[in-house]
């Protein structure tokens, strides 16, 4: 009966070495499956329509009497280009690597053609079956060289619109240490306006990509939302694990007596039959050792209030310059791609509207006692954390421009800028429920409002 029931028991529970074919046998089935699917009696059960090939073209280039076109095939059969076009005009045209492009893969289309400045043009690519793609530029323009001129006017663009204006927003800083706790509210919330639309902007400027250079087969959308939750997730985990480190870090540098706390309590086990007077000093030292105890407590909340605003102010500025980053590529594709004309008043818009970034930056540590500490180099140091990246991404753009390396980064700068929001808005929460009502503020609505509507009229200057 015993046995029995045990092997009853044993029933009822999985075993502890579960055989590790158990976890293929899915996986085998699946294989199985495409196989059969792949195999020509189950294309003549699927395949009941004709294949339509499919031609991006993702680039157009201007060189001296020259047209460079970069297509991909992102249809499902491998293509072979018969001729190309400029302006339904056909041209001699050489392609390279080979006029035969399997799929998901790429040509350089070569057309010898006196081409005008300013003029628009239309390039097509006609395949072997007939069928012909397009792309329009709106004015033709020479395309960047990559010489040592050409890097010196991206770095000149990335320095006037990215690290000039980040710098010049710092400058707040002063002002802000000096102002009332309201005011102060007002320009934590302003701060998260400003980045809730820089975030929506970045999504915006995504779109745009996908619709217009990226291949409906790499699905650009979906990219973007799994990019920007995954920069958001990771970006969040990362914060809060550098600001615990570093409370862990200065707790422990500080309080040294605690490693003896343990020694303390076995030392009252084994004396419990000691005199009167011993017994008297081992109470008073567990009662230091509570007091100590309590003193750290104290201490992780200051090192909090102390740290929490240093940490969201860098977070804030590595999310910028991921953000300056992916504007950075996209100013250098424009200019790339005949696009943008640099003029003053372009130079000046970017200038405004970036110069908020700055502030957005050193709000958060304005009222910190940590931060009157601060040396100048650190707030330096962030500014050029945030607008560095622009020159690095005029030149990446300029040069090297992908319409899917363009998605990707101003995706991840988006995720930056909603974690940094996300903790920016715990931070706001927190000074409200500890201030004399936990009800959100006047100054908190309209700073988030004014914040939103400075980033969009600036944003008209651009």
């Known amino acids: 009966m015993l046995s029995g029931n045990k092997n009853t028991m044993g029933g009822n529970h999985p075993t502890k070495k579960t055989p590790l074919i158990l976890a293929f046998v899915p996986i085998v089935v699946l294989a199985g499956m495409i196989i059969f699917l792949l195999s020509p009696y189950g294309q003549s059960l699927i395949n009941t329509g004709i294949p339509l090939p499919q031609v991006t073209i993702e680039k157009v280039e201007f060189h001296e009497n020259q047209i460079l076109a970069f297509i991909r095939n992102t249809g499902p ?34 057309i010898p053609f006196p081409w005008i400045p300013g003029t628009p043009y239309e390039i097509g690519i006609t395949t072997s079956d007939g069928t012909r793609f397009s792309k329009s530029v709106e004015a033709a323009a020479l395309a960047p060289s ?16 990215g690290v000039i204006p980040v710098m ?7 002002y802000i240490r000096r102002i009332s706790i309201g005011k102060y509210s007002f320009f934590l919330s302003l701060t998260a306006g400003l980045l809730v639309f820089l975030g929506i902007d970045a999504l915006l400027e995504v779109n745009e990509i996908v619709n217009q250079n990226l291949a409906a087969v790499f699905n650009g959308q979906a990219l973007s939302v799994v990019v920007t939750i995954s920069s958001f997730i990771v970006l969040l985990y990362t914060s809060e694990r550098l600001t615990q480190r570093a409370i862990e870090k200065a707790v422990l540098n500080k309080n040294h007596s605690l490693a003896s706390t343990s020694s303390i309590e076995e030392l009252g086990k084994s004396e ?12 008073n030292k567990s009662a230091k050792v509570s007091s100590s105890t309590q003193e750290v407590q104290i201490q992780l909340q200051r090192y909090q209030q102390l740290l929490k605003p240093l940490t969201i102010s860098m977070m804030i500025a590595i999310g910028i310059g991921l953000h300056n980053f992916g504007e950075g590529l996209a100013i250098g594709a424009a200019m790339l791609l005949g696009e943008v004309a640099l003029s003053t008043f372009l130079i000046v818009g970017f200038t405004l509207h970036n110069t908020t970034e700055g502030l957005a930056i050193v709000a958060p540590i304005a009222k910190s006692e940590r931060s009157r500490r601060m040396m100048i180099r650190r707030l330096v140091t962030m500014g050029l954390i945030a607008g560095v990246p622009t020159i690095a991404g005029t030149w990446i753009g300029g040069f090297l421009y992908s319409p899917m390396a363009a998605v990707i980064f101003l995706s991840v700068g988006a995720g930056a800028i909603f974690q940094v929001v996300y903790s920016l808005i715990s931070w706001i929460s927190h000074h409200q429920k500890s201030g004399p009502s936990s009800s959100l503020s006047g100054h908190v609505i309209a700073g988030f409002i004014t914040g939103l509507l400075i980033m969009y009229l600036t944003g008209l200057l651009v």
């Open 146 to 161: 990559p010489d040592a001129n050409q890097a010196l006017l991206f770095t000149s663009l990335g320095v006037y619109v």
């Open 77 to 110: 059969l491998e293509i072979v280009v018969s001729q190309a076009d400029v302006n339904d005009r056909i041209q001699s045209a050489a392609i390279e690597p080979d006029s035969t492009i399997p799929r998901l893969g790429d040509a350089k289309v070569m």
């Open 272 to 283: 419990k039959s000691s005199t009167e007077r011993q017994e008297g000093e081992i109470y």
């Open 168 to 174: 010049i927003g710092l400058m707040w800083y002063p």
